[in-house]
């Protein structure tokens, strides 16, 4: 489906532009003071507003980002049997699991990748690399696509939206209150807000949004496993396990872009702390799917 970039992009640059600009505006500095304390109501407040409007916009710019950005191909007609066969296959699986048809598209990467994005369960899409269409096998591409479905229909990425939502107001507040700690407390300023607050408040928020990400990408690690299941249960266990097992014969697979990349069906493999991972190892995935109870 869509690694230290789980809606971070995006995300996070708009977080980080909001700061500044209400900084700029003055918004910060009526916001924060209350009297001589701190105006914890109205920045928590504030930060759950832009909170989760700064992920929900990200969530609604998806379709466009991904269409746009990776130059995706959407498969308004067919043009030949592959592209008739994955519209097909998409539309079939989409109407076992109760979804609307997502739109399908093609993105030109030689690595063998999909994705799937979109503002609700009923308004999505569904995109693969022209590498996974030579790389796999019909039946292997067939279990990828229902990994896709699998996200769509699970709601991941509402879901992902929610919880970015919840993390940015956190972020917000924290680095807020660290900024009037720093400011009032440690710097002593008795005359408004001074450059302590600003420049602890950017600097913490910058921290704090490191911190979000290792979280968000932990859910989305969790998610994966449901996705695996979701696409052996539409198109047979045997192939999303040849369908894992092909993308380890891969070396190195590059990573999608931006926040696609928490919801592509393989994972960096970085030599990294896994935290920094949006995906599980493949051979995890395989070994917990192999387990898996699934007819």
Same mark, same amino acid.
């Given at each position: 489906? +869509? ?8 995300? #996070?640059?708009i #977080?980080?532009?909001?700061? /500044?600009?209400?900084?700029?505006i ?9 009297? =001589?304390?701190?105006?914890? !109501?109205?920045?928590?407040? +504030?930060?759950a ?11 609604a710019?998806? %379709?466009?980002?991904?269409k ?7 498969? =308004? ?5 592959? &592209? ?12 076992? /699991?109760?979804?609307d ?5 093609? +993105?030109?990467?030689?690595?063998p990748?999909a994705?799937?994005?979109?503002m ?7 995109? @693969?690399? =022209?590498?996974?269409?030579n790389?796999? *096998?019909?039946?292997?591409? &067939?279990? @990828? ?12 990425m509402?879901?992902?939206? $929610? ?10 507040? #924290?680095?807020? #209150? ?9 710097l ?10 600003f420049?602890?408040?950017i ?7 490191c911190?979000a990400?290792?979280? !968000?990408?932990?859910f989305?690690?969790?998610? &994966? ?6 696409g ?9 396990i040849?369908?894992? %097992? %092909?993308l380890?014969?891969?070396? !190195?697979?590059e990573?999608?872009?931006? &926040?696609f990349a ?7 493999r *970085?030599s ?5 991972l ?5 051979a995890?995935?395989?070994e =917990? $799917?192999?387990? !898996?109870?699934?007819l």
């Amino acid at each position: 489906m +869509f690694r230290v970039i789980i809606f971070a992009a995006a995300n #996070l640059g708009i #977080l980080l532009v909001m700061g /500044v600009v209400f900084q700029l505006i003055g918004l910060d500095i009526w916001l924060v003071q209350s009297g =001589t304390g701190f105006n914890t !109501a109205g920045v928590l407040a +504030f930060a759950a507003c832009f909170g989760f409007g700064g992920a929900f916009i990200s969530l609604a710019l998806s %379709k466009f980002m991904a269409k746009r950005g990776m130059g995706v191909q959407m498969i =308004t007609t067919p043009g030949n049997a592959q &592209e008739r066969w994955l519209v097909d296959t998409v539309h079939r699986q989409a109407k076992k /699991v109760g979804i609307d048809a997502p739109e399908v598209g093609i +993105f030109q990467q030689p690595q063998p990748n999909a994705f799937a994005t979109g503002m609700t369960r009923n308004r999505s899409l569904v995109a @693969v690399s =022209t590498g996974l269409l030579n790389t796999m *096998s019909q039946a292997e591409v &067939e279990a @990828v696509l229902g990994h896709e479905v699998a996200h769509v229909a699970n709601g991941d990425m509402i879901t992902m939206a $929610l919880l970015q939502g919840l993390l940015n107001t956190f972020v917000i507040f #924290l680095s807020r #209150l660290a900024g009037f700690f720093v400011d009032k407390v440690i710097l002593k300023n008795q005359r408004g807000l001074g450059m302590g607050y600003f420049i602890t408040s950017i600097i913490a928020q910058i921290f704090l949004s490191c911190i979000a990400t290792v979280i !968000a990408l932990w859910f989305s690690r969790r998610r &994966e496993f449901r996705a695996d299941e979701g696409g052996a249960r539409l198109a047979g266990k045997q192939n999303m396990i040849n369908a894992l %097992k %092909k993308l380890q014969q891969v070396q !190195a697979p590059e990573d999608l872009p931006g &926040e696609f990349a928490a919801f592509g069906i393989s994972g960096s493999r *970085s030599s990294i702390s896994q935290l920094f991972l949006s995906h599980p190892p493949l051979a995890q995935r395989i070994e =917990t $799917l192999q387990r !898996a109870q699934i007819l």
